[in-house]
């Protein structure tokens, strides 16, 4: 249990990485289109059956935002209350906590961008208690039991 926590800290902490990578992707990938002369209407923008570039990492963010990240960190707060690692569900509950603000300010950050540069800070604060939370379970400490003969 204490291994499976560890790695689930750390899938986390990859996960939002990732998140990092998708959406400066896509903003690149939509840059080159319209400064290549493409014209982006609040139609094509809103309608989700659209296809231009980058829409396939506007579409892996939010399905990695709001689907893959709360079941992987769910089943870490799970974990946590088995793994018997001190502070550990602490630590879970506080990454579910931060994600929780995360999603919200991702959302809100279209109808206020003057607010919308916390979604990227947090994001780097949920990076830095996710490897924390992994960085609690010393390699000794996982689920191997070692004997020492005497
Ligand atoms: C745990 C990490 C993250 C989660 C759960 C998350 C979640 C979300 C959600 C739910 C949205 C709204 C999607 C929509 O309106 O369709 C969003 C939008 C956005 N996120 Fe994230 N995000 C994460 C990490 C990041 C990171 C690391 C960055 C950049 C460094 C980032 C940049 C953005 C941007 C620029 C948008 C606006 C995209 C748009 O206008 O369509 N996110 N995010």
Redesign the pocket.
């Known amino acids: 249990m204490k291994s499976t926590y560890r790695i689930l800290a750390y899938v986390i902490a990859g996960l ?1 990485v990732v ?2 990578a998708l ?1 400066v992707y896509s903003f690149s990938a939509l840059d080159k289109y319209i400064s290549d002369g493409a014209t982006i209407t609040p139609a094509i923008w809103n309608d989700t059956n659209a296809s231009f570039p980058g829409t396939i990492g ?1 579409a892996l ?2 399905f990695d ?2 689907m893959f ?1 709360p079941v992987v960190t769910l089943i870490l707060v799970v974990v946590s209350f088995f793994a018997k690692i001190p502070g550990g569900v602490k630590w879970a509950l506080s990454i579910l906590g931060l ?1 929780i603000l ?2 919200v300010l ?2 809100v ?2 109808a206020v961008p003057g607010i919308s540069w916390l ?2 800070v947090n ?1 780097f604060v ?1 990076f830095v208690v996710a490897v924390l939370a992994g960085r609690r379970v010393p390699q000794a400490q996982s689920d191997t039991t070692v004997t020492v003969a005497t």
């Open positions: 939002v998140q990092a959406i506007f963010h939010w935002g709001v990240i994600l995360q999603i991702g959302f950050a279209r979604h990227g994001a949920m």
